[in-house]
T-cell receptor, first 112, second 112 residues
Framework: DADVTQTPRNRITKTGKRIMLECSQT?????MYWYRQDPGLGLRLIYY???????NKGEISDGYSVSRQAQAKFSLSLESAIPNQTALYFC???????????FGQGTRLTVV | RKEVEQDPGPFNVPEGATVAFNCTYS??????FFWYRQDCRKEPKLLMS???SGNEDGRFTAQLNRASQYISLLIRDSKLSDSATYLC?????????????FGKGTKLSVIP
């Protein structure tokens, strides 16, 4: 089983719909992140959290919200999806101090 | 100047060739450095960390030049399975932690 699990893996939704992407981890890490990846733009940070009571905006947070339900769970919501939110979304975790990131398998989201 | 820059490629090389990628970073306070590998539509996975003294892992060698602010990745005896996108990742001090910054990646295709 993967250490960082994302659900769903693929999703097609309609413009204006609310959608939630979920991430859970078994690594025991405090820090969790949501990124989106678009061709030619690389990975861009949406939100990150250092613990259950800590939520921070990344570089492209507009149109998104997050919830850290527990140390192991971090969900990303699109309140009213729009087509330019079509992308590959990754959840990631990091341990303490200055360590590498571990990624989930990704969620491919298409907004039509 | 972008915080982390990589040549996007693609690099098309024959099997058995040696190929080198460079990555430059703009923030002199950058602390840690990594190379990640990403297969098409999959999650990024850590290939290797980059240490000040340089480090080697089998056919892969990573080097860091802090004075010139670049890191490199050398792949010797390229295999078809090395075909992927290679992401340069740099950390820098940020609010409460060291923040990750990703390059956009360099695409490698190893040709039979």
């Amino acid at each position: 089983d993967a250490d960082v699990t994302q659900t769903p893996r693929n999703r097609i939704t309609k413009t204006g719909k609310r959608i939630m992407l979920e991430c859970s981890q078994t690594k025991g890490h405090d820090r969790m992140y949501w990124y989106r990846q678009d061709p030619g733009l690389g990975l861009r940070l949406i939100y990150y959290s250092f613990d259950v009571k800590d939520i921070n905006k990344g570089e492209i947070s507009d149109g998104y919200s997050v919830s850290r339900q527990a140390q192991a769970k971090f969900s990303l919501s699109l309140e009213s999806a729009i087509p330019n939110q079509t992308a590959l979304y990754f959840c990631a975790t990091r341990g303490t101090w200055d360590t590498e990131a571990f990624f989930g398998q990704g969620t491919r989201l298409t907004v039509v | 100047r972008k915080e982390v820059e990589q040549d996007p490629g693609p690099f098309n090389v024959p099997e058995g060739a040696t190929v080198a990628f460079n990555c430059t970073y703009s923030n002199s306070a950058s602390q840690s450095f990594f190379w990640y590998r990403q297969d098409c539509r999959k999650e990024p996975k850590l290939l290797m960390s980059v240490y000040s003294s340089g480090n080697e892992d089998g056919r892969f060698t990573a080097q860091l030049n802090r004075a010139s602010q670049y890191i490199s990745l050398l792949i010797r005896d390229s295999k078809l399975s090395d075909s992927a996108t290679y992401l340069c990742v740099v950390t820098r001090p940020g609010a409460g932690s060291y923040q990750l910054t990703f390059g956009k990646g360099t695409k490698l295709s190893v040709i039979p």
